[in-house]
């Protein structure tokens, strides 16, 4: 529950957010690698005997946890920069990974593509992550298999065998990210060619295509409707690869804009990988207007009421439906949200209702009365976009709110409060 927990002197130690609100936010931000894409292209460089370099990489917990992963397997990690990384595969051991160490984070499965393409096996714990419901890997499990590995879930963790890969063609009963790059992991040294029909389209999808296509890799079609991948007998290093920008954090910057009434420019983005979140933004009444690797997002009224329902890329993303949940307790009118995803994404509606908004949340939709203001008070994140969401709230909000559970934000989002800051936000962080 806690950011950090020790029994020192028989007290707690736990970090907070204190937050004094109302701020309108104004001025520029930087956005950062995006993670997802991050937490896939560090287990992929598995795939090569030898090294490369990575720059835009988000300085985030997740991050630093898979480093930690690849130096348990041999890997040699070396930060040549606060967002530049160097990783030396040359001296890596087919061998399991503790399993407390795998079980930490969801992304910890792409180890099961990448080492089984490597080595021809692979052993994780169930991944954790953010509970936000079931999270099934009935389509990561399938796509092994049709590649001709064995795959067994047991005891709390995930074993995949295959004396040897080949390729065949895999139908995605429902559109996986997950199981999407797992499946390119594993194919692009496999013998033959693979084909995924109905794969997940996200742009760090694309991204990760790009980084092992940089690698010698051969993948075509990814971001549409069918990914074919034509395996290679190997993957080269001593290349230079930076990641995409994360456009869930330049869209949260967007929102926040529009809860706090602000004037933000947010550098460094993708504005067509933001096409669905823009649309609604403008529904809203917000201005937004695209600068090519800048977005110019700025609101001076109280937002209106909207329909929001989650959707698979290019639809309405489901990491930023809580961060347009405050938008929405804060509109002019009732609004609804209808999430597509995951079952349990509206946990952080109790929480902005300790806030006084009004919000009913029942299954995957949830109804938002607006309020013409929130009010601060304590708040816990129960899951990394959720606290995303709480801060905004916090910094729209009239008082004081103090957020809890830190740990959940800082495995996604690099330095948030001091980029909040420098847009006026009266944010800081604090041990008690």
Known sequence: MYSIFNLTNGGIILDKLVINGPTRLKGEVNISGAKNAAVAILPA??????????????????????????????????????????????????????????????????????????????????????????????????????????????????????????????????????????????SVLAEGTTTIDNPAKEPHIVDVANFLNTMGADIRGAGTDVIKINGVKELKGNITYSVVPDQIEAGTFMLAA???????????????????????????????????????????????????????????????????GVCLSLADGTSIINESIWESRFQYTEE???????????????????????????????????????????ISASGTTEVYNLDHIDRGYENIEEKFRKLGAKIQRVTE
């Open 45 to 186: 460089t598995l795939l090569i005997n030898g090294v490369c370099t990575i720059d835009n990489m988000p300085n985030i917990s997740d991050v630093k946890i898979y480093c930690n992963i690849l130096e348990e397997l041999g890997a040699k990690i070396t930060w040549t920069g606060k967002n530049e990384i160097q990783v030396d595969t040359r001296n890596i051991s087919c061998k399991n990974v503790p399993i407390d160490m795998t079980s930490k984070f969801r992304a910890s499965y792409y180890l099961l593509g990448s080492l089984l393409g490597r080595c021809g096996s692979a052993e994780v714990g169930v991944p954790g992550g953010c509970k936000l419901g079931a999270r099934p890997i009935d389509q990561h499990i399938k796509g092994f298999e049709a590649l001709g590995a064995k795959v067994d879930v047991t005891g709390g963790k995930i074993v995949a065998k295959a004396k040897k890969l080949t390729g065949n063609h895999i139908y995605m009963d429902i559109v996986s990210v997950g199981a999407t790059i797992n499946v390119m992991l594993a």
């Open 258 to 324: 529009v809860a706090s009434r602000g004037d933000i420019l947010i550098k460094n983005c993708v504005a067509e990988h933001l096409d669905s979140v823009i649309a609604k933004i403008v529904e809203v009444g917000a201005n937004v207007e695209d600068l090519g690797d800048s977005i110019h997002v700025w609101m001076n009224k109280r937002p209106s009421k909207a329909i929001i329902k989650t959707l698979p890329y290019p639809g309405f993303p489901t990491d930023l439906q809580p961060q347009m």
């Open 352 to 394: 902005l209702n300790k806030m006084g908004a009004k919000i009913t949340a029942q299954g995957k939709s949830a109804i938002f009365e607006g309020v013409k203001s929130l009010t601060g008070a304590p708040v816990y994140m129960t899951d990394l976009r959720a606290g995303a969401a709480l801060i905004i709230a916090g």
